[in-house]
C-alpha cells in the first residue's frame, strides 16, 4: 500500500491549529523578505549593467577611415559633471547616423541636453551655463536611450570639421582625469563603457557580496522556523512506520510550498516598491524605472532559489527525526557542536587574510573573500553559543540565568540563527563607519584653470581672459605662471584665474572662459578629481544601503525566529510555568539567551569590521575623525534598538502562549 505523502501532508497542515498557523506565517514572513531583499540586488546589479551599456556610445572605437570626428570632454556647473559630446560630420564621406537618443546627426551649432541639464540651463543664469553651448537659446532634447540616468547632465554639440572644440588638440593633450578625448568614427558602437558608469556594476557585485550570506541564511531560516514542532510530529510518524524517504518528501513539500507562497509575495512586493526603488540615487544619478526591472524570467528564478532554499533547509533539520526518532520525541538528543568548526574558522580566517594581501584581485575575487569570511563566523557562531552556554551554566546564580544557558548549549544552532543577522551587521556597520574614504581633491579652492597648447601665446590669452571674465562681471586674478602645488595646471602651460565669490561667480567664470579653448574645457578645484569623487560617492552609498538592508535582514530574522522558538518551545514553556516560574522569569531568560551570544560575536564581527576599515585607511593614508566613530555608535545604537524590538515582539506571543498552562499543556 503506498504513503499518500502529499495529501497526508495537506491534512496534517490544515490540522495544525492556530499555532501552526502562526508558524507558516512566520515562515512565510523570512521568505518574503528573503525574495525582496534578493530581488533588489538582482535588480541594482542588472540595472548598472543596463546604464553602463548605454554610456558605450560615447566611447566608439576609433576608425581611421570614419565619417566624423568626436571629441568627448567634462564641464562642470555647481561642482557637478556635466558631459559634452562634440560632433562634426566630415567633409567627403558618408552620413553618420546619429548617437542613440538623437533624431539626427547634429548640424553645426545644434545643441541637443539631456532633460536635467535642459532644465538647470534654464533655472541658472545663461552667462553661468547655457552660454557654454552654442546656441544658448534652443536647443533638441536627448532621449533616454543616450542617457545613463533620468538626471545625467549631458549635452551633445554640433560641430564643423575646422571647429577648435574638434581638432586634433582635444586628443592630444588628455588630462589625467580623463576630462578630454577625441577620435575620428564611423558609428557608435562603443569599445568600453564611461567612466563615470564603468564601475558601478562591479560596486553593486561587493554590496552583494556583502548582503549575500545573510540572505541566504534568512531564507534557509524559513524552512526552520517551527522546526521542533515538525520534527516531533513527523518523529511519531516515523515510530508509526513511516520511511525516512517518506518523511523527508512530506517536509520537503511543505517547507517548499511555504517558500515558494512567501517568495511569491515578496516579488509582488518588489513590483510595488520599484518606484520608490527607481528614486535612489547611485553613482550618476537616479535609475530609469525599466533598469531595475529584473524581468518575468529574474523572477521566477528568484522564487524557486527561495524555495528551494526554504525546502532544502527543513530536510536537512530531519536529520534527527531520521536517525533517532525515539529520541526526538522523548526530547533525549541535546545538539552539541565539535572542535572543528573552530579549526574550520581558523583556517578561513588564514586563507582570506593571506589571499587578500596578495593584491591584484578582481571584483569577484573580493566577492568570493567576503563570501568565506562571512563562512567562517557562520561555522564558528554555533560552537562559540555553546561553549559560552556551557561556560554560563557553571557561573548561573539566577533561575533565569541558568535557564538561557541550558537553551544555548541545548539548541546552539538555533540561538545561533536567532542573533547571525544583527552579528553579520556588525562586520558591515564596523567597516563602512570608520573607513574614511574621500577624494584627494588638488588645488586652492575658488580657481578656474585653462589649459593651452604649448605654441599658445600666453600673454594674449591672459588679457583675453582679463577682458572675458570683466564682460561676464566676474571679479577674478589672472596669473600664466603655475603657483607649485597651488596651482591647478600641475606643470601643463596655461592660465589660472582665483575667483572672488561662490560657486555662481566660479560657473561664471568657466562659462566665460570656454572660448579660450574650447577643445579642452576649463576646470576648478574639485573638478580635476570628478572621477575620484563619483566612485568614493558609490562607496559611500554602498555602505549606507549595505547597513540599512544589513539592519532590515537582522530585524527580519531575529523577530521571526525569537518568535518561532516561542512556538516551538511552546511545551517546554507550560511546564515551567505550572512548576511556578514566573513568566518574568521566562521573559528575561529568553532576552539572555538572545543578548550574550549577540554581545560575543557581534562585537567580534564589528571589531574585525573596525580593523578592516583601520587597515584601507593607513593604505590611502587617511585617518578615522570623529564621524566615523559617532556613525559606528549609532550603529551599535540602532542595532541595540533593533534586536530589542525583536525580542521584544514575540513577549505578547510567550504570554498568550502560557496563560492558560494546564489547558496548554493537556
Known amino acids: 500500500m503506498s504513503f499518500p505523502a502529499l495529501p497526508l501532508t495537506w491534512h496534517l497542515l490544515r490540522r495544525s491549529g492556530r499555532r501552526g498557523l502562526q508558524g507558516q506565517l512566520l515562515a512565510v514572513g523570512a521568505a518574503t523578505v528573503s525574495a525582496v531583499v534578493m530581488l533588489i540586488l538582482l535588480a541594482a546589479w542588472l540595472g548598472a549593467g543596463a546604464r553602463a551599456d548605454r554610456t558605450g556610445w560615447r566611447t566608439p572605437a576609433p576608425d581611421p577611415n570614419g565619417t566624423a570626428v568626436q571629441a568627448l570632454s567634462t564641464t562642470f556647473v555647481r561642482g557637478e559633471p556635466a558631459t559634452v559630446v562634440n560632433l562634426a560630420q566630415l567633409p567627403g564621406r558618408a552620413a553618420t547616423a546619429p548617437p542613440p537618443g538623437l533624431s539626427s546627426f547634429p548640424e553645426p551649432g545644434e545643441v541637443y541636453l539631456s532633460p536635467a541639464l535642459a532644465d538647470l540651463a534654464r533655472k541658472l543664469p545663461a552667462k553661468e551655463l547655457a552660454e557654454r553651448f552654442p546656441s544658448a ?55 568600453k563603457n564611461a567612466p563615470a558608469t564603468a564601475q558601478d556594476q562591479n560596486t553593486v557585485l561587493l554590496g552583494a557580496g556583502l548582503l549575500a550570506m ?59 516598491l520599484l518606484p520608490g526603488l527607481a528614486r535612489l540615487p547611485f553613482g550618476i544619478g537616479s535609475w530609469f524605472t525599466g533598469d531595475l526591472w529584473v524581468g518575468i524570467p529574474g523572477l521566477l528564478a528568484v522564487v524557486a532559489v527561495v524555495a528551494v532554499l526554504t525546502g532544502f533547509s527543513a530536510v536537512s533539520a530531519l536529520r534527527r527525526v531520521v536517525r533517532s526518532p525515539l529520541g526526538v520525541a522523548q ?108 577624494a584627494n581633491l588638488a588645488g586652492p579652492s575658488g580657481q578656474v584653470a585653462v589649459t593651452m597648447p604649448a605654441e599658445a601665446n600666453i600673454p594674449q590669452a591672459q588679457d583675453r581672459a582679463r577682458a572675458l571674465l570683466e564682460a561676464a562681471g566676474v571679479d577674478a586674478t589672472v596669473q600664466t605662471s603655475a603657483r607649485g602645488h597651488e596651482s591647478l595646471l600641475m606643470g601643463e602651460s596655461g592660465i589660472t584665474a582665483d575667483i572672488r565669490g561662490g560657486a555662481a561667480q566660479i560657473d561664471a567664470a568657466v562659462t566665460a572662459l570656454t572660448p579660450l579653448n574650447p577643445a579642452q574645457p576649463p576646470y576648478s578645484h574639485g573638478d580635476f578629481t570628478s572621477n575620484e569623487r563619483i566612485a568614493t560617492t558609490e562607496i559611500r552609498y554602498l555602505g ?80 578615522v575623525d570623529t564621524t566615523g566613530a559617532i556613525q559606528l555608535g549609532v550603529c551599535v545604537a540602532v542595532g541595540v534598538a533593533v534586536m530589542s524590538a525583536a525580542i521584544g515582539a514575540s513577549r505578547h506571543l510567550l504570554r498568550t502562549t502560557t496563560a492558560d498552562p494546564l489547558r496548554q499543556e493537556a
Open 544 to 623: 549606507v544601503a549595505t547597513m540599512a538592508m544589513g539592519f532590515v535582514i537582522a530585524a527580519t530574522s531575529a523577530g521571526l525566529t525569537a518568535a518561532a522558538n516561542v512556538l516551538d518551545r511552546r511545551r517546554i514553556y507550560t511546564r515551567l510555568r505550572l512548576a511556578g516560574t514566573p513568566l518574568k522569569v521566562l521573559d528575561r531568560a529568553r532576552l539572555l539567551e538572545t543578548a550574550l551570544p549577540l554581545v560575543t560575536l557581534a562585537g567580534g564581527t564589528t571589531a574585525s569590521g573596525v580593523y578592516l576599515a583601520t587597515k584601507l585607511n593607513n593604505a590611502t593614508g587617511t585617518t
Open 214 to 272: 545573510p540572505v541566504v541564511v534568512l531564507a534557509s531560516a524559513a524552512g526552520r522556523l517551527g522546526a521542533a514542532r515538525r520534527e516531533e510530529r513527523l518523529a511519531a510518524l516515523r515510530l508509526a512506520g513511516a520511511t525516512p524517504r517518506q518523511v523527508l518528501a512530506m517536509t520537503g513539500a511543505e517547507a517548499t510550498a511555504v517558500g515558494a507562497l512567501g517568495a511569491t509575495t515578496g516579488a509582488l512586493a518588489y513590483g510595488a
Open 137 to 191: 537659446k534652443s536647443h533638441r532634447t536627448i532621449g533616454a536611450a543616450g542617457l545613463a540616468a533620468p538626471d545625467e547632465l549631458l549635452a551633445v554639440v554640433g560641430r564643423a570639421p575646422s571647429d577648435a572644440a574638434v581638432s586634433a588638440e582635444a586628443g592630444e593633450r588628455i588630462l589625467d582625469n580623463g576630462l578630454t578625448s577625441r577620435a575620428v568614427v564611423s558609428g557608435f558602437t562603443g569599445t
Open 331 to 438: 526530547q533525549s538528543d541535546p545538539r552539541r557542536t565539535r572542535m572543528v568548526r573552530l579549526a574550520l574558522f581558523v583556517g578561513l580566517v588564514l586563507f582570506v587574510a593571506l589571499t587578500a594581501r596578495s593584491g591584484d584581485l578582481s571584483t569577484t575575487q573580493h566577492v568570493a573573500l567576503i563570501a568565506l569570511f562571512y563562512a567562517a563566523f557562520w561555522i564558528v557562531g554555533p560552537w562559540v553559543v555553546d561553549r559560552l552556554g556551557r561556560l554560563l551554566a557553571r557561573l548561573a546564580r539566577r533561575p533565569s540565568t541558568l535557564l538561557a544557558a541550558r537553551r544555548l548549549s541545548d539548541d546552539p544552532n538555533g540561538a545561533w540563527r536567532t542573533v547571525s543577522g544583527l552579528v553579520m551587521a556588525g562586520l558591515v556597520a564596523g567597516f563602512f563607519s570608520v573607513a574614511h574614504l574621500s
